[in-house]
Nanobody
Framework: QVRLVESGGGLVQPGGSLRLSCAAS????????MGWYRRPPGKQRELVAV???????NYGDSVKGRFTISRDNARDTVSLQMNNLKPEDTAVYYC??????????WGQGTQVTVSS
């Protein structure tokens, strides 16, 4: 079992920045990849960014060049630096962990609202 707790969401103006963090606890030794997904209002959940235990990173097309994912294995956290935020980035952001055997765990979600 893995528990994921997100923090750092909030309200920001267009062009601003936010940093999300996700702390993992439990059976963290068997985590393969960690990442962030989001669910915009009225839309399906979509990939934001994912990073594997080996450091391979993958970003959703809409956030490339603006968002940066990082992972601190020593502290069992994954962070998402979001710059140049746009109104279309408004969503509930979820932390995700994929285990070595393929099972998934999700955080409770944190709201990010980009509005003037």
């Amino acid at each position: 079992q893995v528990r994921l707790v997100e923090s750092g969401g909030g309200l920001v103006q267009p062009g601003g920045s936010l940093r999300l963090s996700c702390a993992a606890s439990g059976s963290i030794f068997s985590i393969n990849a960690m990442g962030w997904y989001r669910r915009p209002p009225g839309k399906q959940r979509e990939l934001v960014a994912v990073i594997t235990s080996g450091g391979t990173v993958n970003y959703g097309d809409s956030v490339k060049g603006r968002f940066t994912i990082s992972r601190d294995n020593a502290r069992d956290t994954v962070s998402l630096q979001m710059n140049n935020l746009k109104p279309e980035d408004t969503a509930v952001y979820y932390c995700n962990a994929v285990m070595a055997l393929g099972s998934n765990y999700w955080g409770q979600g944190t709201q990010v609202t980009v509005s003037s």
